[in-house]
């Protein structure tokens, strides 16, 4: 089982730039793909963006395409995620997630959540 902590959130203004981390505990981490999920106030959960275990591969949602970018050290047990030209419809807290592909949706693996970090952005 993973341990996530996820961190990196605050205050940013429309356009700017945050970038938020995920830190893992457990050996097994290089085995998994991951992911981000955000929640916006009042909205379900949703996908965001993963890489699979080696890297090589990232998907993204269509909200967050061209303007974020996932990445991960495996020798860090680190998954990253670089949110560009943020608008306040981005704002929400961000989830990370081991992840898995469910019938063409990118769904949480193991079913646990971290606490999130908040990302607000103002206008």
């Known amino acids: 089982q993973l341990q996530l902590k996820e961190s990196g959130g605050g205050l940013v203004q429309a356009g700017g730039s945050l970038r938020l981390s995920c830190a893992a505990s457990g050996r097994t981490f290089s085995s998994f793909a991951m992911g981000w999920f955000r929640q916006a106030p009042g909205k379900d959960r949703e996908f965001v963006a993963a890489i699979l275990w080696n890297g090589y591969s990232t998907y993204y949602a269509d909200a967050v395409k061209g303007r974020f970018t996932i990445s991960r050290d495996n020798a860090k047990n680190t998954v990253y995620v670089q949110m560009n030209s943020l608008t306040p419809e981005d704002t929400a807290v961000y989830y990370c997630?081991?992840?898995?592909?469910?019938?063409?949706?990118?769904?949480?693996?193991?079913?646990?959540w971290g606490q999130g970090t908040l990302v607000t952005v103002s206008s």
């Open positions: 997630a081991a992840v898995k592909l469910n019938g063409g949706t990118w769904d949480n693996a193991l079913g646990a």
